[in-house]
């Protein structure tokens, strides 16, 4: 099969990119607000304005000896952000997530550094009510932009928690004390690994907290990262 000059096919891209952008426009991850023609740009600029930027790493750790190597975050869990990720969580704004991921991935440089992505599970309860875990819909983004897999059997929830909401930080390790746990796969696979934790929000930390916990003791290196911190 003859195919097309190298300067017939990228013109060919262009043209696609065109019309999709004219039929389905992009828009803001917060407000809906079309974007313009930057092709890598997820914020309108009156979001962009009113997030409260971290782009980097998070000192702040309610717990001692933390289990991560790293623990990074987008930004403050306030203003435009909080309605971005409320609508993934609980619209199904699943279309959301790519744009989210985007906002991540400068965090972390994949080369050399990650090996896989863990996204923190959700109960099997909590997963068949929502029909899906947020962490993991931005995961998937990440894993296929990197070349790295996303392994979502390898730490599971093995007791449903109550919320988190209204705890202190100290109830809230508690309440997740040994919730989670690794497969017999996932033993198999994550010693020497280098794993990205990732989750969608974190509040006090105690949630990524006991999900590094299981990983390490298991012999992972823990780079741990969530959308925002509240």
Known sequence: MKR???????????????????????RCC???????????AVLCSSCCAGIQWINGRVTRAAFPAPKWERLLAVSRFDGPIVDALHRLKYERRLDLAPSLARLMMPL??????????????LSAERLRQRGYNQAQQIAQTIGET????VRTGLLVRRRATPPQVGL??????ENVRNAFALTPRGITVVPKQQVLLLDDVM????????????????????????????
């Open 4 to 26: 097309f000059p190298r300067r017939w096919r990228q013109w060919w891209r262009v043209a696609q990119t065109w019309c999709a952008d004219l039929c389905y426009p992009r």
């Open 30 to 40: 917060c407000c809906d607000q079309v974007l313009a023609a930057d092709p890598l």
């Open 108 to 121: 972390v440089s994949a080369r050399g550094e990650i090996d896989l992505i863990v996204p923190v599970p």
């Open 146 to 149: 990197w070349h790295s897999p």
């Open 168 to 173: 202190s930080s100290t109830a809230r390790l």
């Open 203 to 230: 509040t006090t930390g105690a949630t990524l907290h006991e999900c590094a916990t299981v990983l390490v003791r298991h012999g992972a290196v823990v780079t741990a990262m969530a959308v925002a911190v509240a």
